[in-house]
Structures are given as C-alpha cells and as structure tokens.
C-alpha cells in the first residue's frame, strides 16, 4: 500500500518528538481537526524545532480535500537530510518548503 515515492506509515515526520506518519494521519482520521495547527495535540508534533510543520499542513490540506492516504513525498532520509540543514542554517532548501508550502486547512482560521 506504500507509494515506493512516499514516507513509509512508520516514518517519523515530528523528528523532534518522534511521531510518525501513522500516527498523524490516525489522529487527522480521529479527530479531524478544522485546522492544521491542532495537529499539535498528537503527542506535540510540530512543537519542536519547526521543520516539520510545513508537512503537517500538507498532509492536514491533503486530508481536508479528502484523500484517504496522506502522503509526504521523498524518503525519510531525505527528509532527515533536510532537516538537519534546516537546522544548521534555520532555512529550507528545496526538500521542503517548495514542495509543501504551508497551505491554509479546512478552513479559512488556520
């Protein structure tokens, strides 16, 4: 069921918490939240370093227009890779920000 292109279920997008993909989507099933922010209340996600919010907000949109999969594009150790520039610089090359800006969610209180 994994789209070879895709993160893995397992794949950790909060690296700071360590929160996988599973478990957000599961959480976007669950709880659907009107807005990415409240993405948070799945064990801090995006409350750390900051990189991974731009992918939080891209599987909230995705989940928003319906799709039943979420996905982040690339594997994980490129999205590590990302991150780990991001934060020795604190800014995003194009592993993130251009691929997944951060798009408002269901709806306009994001």
């Known amino acids: 069921m994994d789209v070879e292109s895709g993160m ?9 918490f360590r929160v996988s993909k599973r478990k957000i989507v ?38 928003c227009e319906g799709q039943p999969d979420p996905d982040i594009i690339g594997s994980a150790e490129d999205y590590a ?12 090359d194009g592993a993130g920000a251009e691929k997944h800006p951060g798009e408002p969610g269901c709806s306009d209180d994001s």
């Open 26 to 63: 599961n959480y976007l099933r669950r709880e659907d939240p009107p807005v990415a922010s409240l993405i948070s209340e799945c064990l801090g996600a995006g409350t750390g370093c900051g990189w991974c919010v731009p992918y939080l907000k891209h599987l909230h949109k995705q989940h």
């Open 8 to 16: 893995r279920p397992d794949d950790h997008v909060c690296l700071c």
């Open 81 to 92: 890779s990302g991150r780990a520039k991001f934060r020795e610089t604190g800014e995003r």
